[in-house]
Nanobody
Framework: QVQLAESGGGSVQAGGSLRLSCAAS????????MGWFRQAPGKEREGVAT????????YYDDSVKGRFTISQDNVKKTVYLQMDKLKPEDTAMYYC????????????????????WGQGIQVTVSS
């Protein structure tokens, strides 16, 4: 059973930083695409960053490009989202997601591309 567990959320003032972690368990850490999504109240879930664990390639939504960094630690089976220069509009529930095993590069910000999801963690940015 694949399980994803997010941690590291919280409250911060605008301009501050947070680092989210997504620990994977229940499966062999083979090459997959991992993504970070967020959902604010009354809005649809949107993808903000994705990484293909096989090569380390990454892709970002324009709204976070230059401020957020996705990375991985294959030994710890963990994917991170470093969030800098946070803005009040970054306030949302953040979710980690994973595809099934992939043998080719794939970078997705579409939620439908993912098979497994974490429970989510709240990030609140005050002005």
């Amino acid at each position: 059973q694949v399980q994803l567990a997010e941690s590291g959320g919280g409250s911060v003032q605008a301009g501050g930083s947070l680092r989210l972690s997504c620990a994977a368990s229940g499966y062999t850490y083979t090459s997959r695409t991992m993504g970070w999504f967020r959902q604010a109240p009354g809005k649809e879930r949107e993808g903000v960053a994705t990484i293909y664990t096989g090569y380390g390639d990454t892709y970002y939504d324009d709204s976070v490009k230059g401020r957020f960094t996705i990375s991985q630690d294959n030994v710890k089976k963990t994917v991170y989202l470093q969030m800098d220069k946070l803005k009040p509009e970054d306030t949302a529930m953040y979710y980690c997601a994973a595809t099934g095993p992939r043998t080719s590069l794939g970078l997705f910000l579409n939620a439908k591309s993912y098979d497994y999801w974490g429970q989510g963690i709240q990030v609140t940015v005050s002005s």
